[in-house]
């Protein structure tokens, strides 16, 4: 069956650039949106961006300036990449299919942005 | 503060049933589906309704999804003590051209 894995560091220094990767195994990217979402600590879910796996991609205006989704169909996977990041970046980032998440999620991994 | 509003906390007896609203505005809930997921503590989100009022494979039909204009609605019927979980609603925003969620509602069955 399909799986994702998120993977990256679990700690970024304060006004770094936050970059994970989610592995889609099982399956192909292709013919799917796929999302980044994330959970600040014991707070609500926050949508971040999705991709097409064309490429065509959307983001949240409150974060825009700052992300960049992309897809690697060669490797299966797309990526995250959030520049300048701050203590309220801290949070669990998961990856999933679909626009806004769908079905299949990652187990989700935890960013902590340290000063 | 979320583009789409849910009451922070609902309660109910085991065998009893809930409903859990989703509040928005023609931009989001009123010309796009509807997800509804349930977050069972520590673990990830899981699809329970999508499409406003289809549940996927596995999910049992206690849960069930509906909307009305601006609003949706999640109902549980015969509440049972493993369905205390936070849940959450989202759609598009076609405004925004841009996901939304709601705040989330946790569910603690009495």
């Known amino acids: 069956q399909v799986q994702l894995q998120e993977s990256g560091p679990g700690l970024v220094k304060s006004s770094e650039t936050l970059s994970l990767t989610c592995t889609v195994s099982?399956?192909?990217?292709?013919?799917?949106?796929w999302s980044w979402i994330r959970q600040p600590p014991g707070k609500g879910l926050e949508w971040i961006g999705s991709i097409f796996y064309t490429g065509s991609t959307n983001y949240n205006p409150s974060l825009k300036s700052r992300v960049t989704i992309s897809v690697d169909m060669s490797k299966n996977q797309f990526s995250l990449k959030l520049t300048s990041v701050s203590a309220a970046d801290t949070a669990l980032y998961y990856c999933a299919r679909g626009r806004i998440g769908g079905v299949l999620w990652g187990q989700g991994t935890l960013v902590t942005v340290s000063s | 503060q979320s583009v789409l509003t849910q009451p922070p906390s609902v309660s109910a007896a085991p065998g009893q049933k809930v409903t859990i609203s989703c509040s928005g505005s023609s931009s989001n809930i009123g010309n796009n589906y509807v997800s509804w997921y349930q977050q069972l503590p520590g673990t990830a989100p899981k699809l329970l309704i999508y499409e406003n009022d289809k549940r996927p494979s596995g999910i049992p039909d206690r849960f069930s999804g509906s909307k009305s204009g601006t609003s949706a609605t999640l109902g549980i019927t015969g509440l049972q003590t493993g369905d205390e979980a936070d849940y959450y609603c989202?759609?598009?925003?076609?405004?925004?051209?841009?996901?939304?969620f709601g705040g989330g509602t946790k569910l603690t069955v009495l």
């Open positions: 989202g759609t598009w925003d076609s405004s925004l051209s841009a996901g939304v």
């Open positions: 099982g399956g192909s990217i292709s013919s799917y949106y």
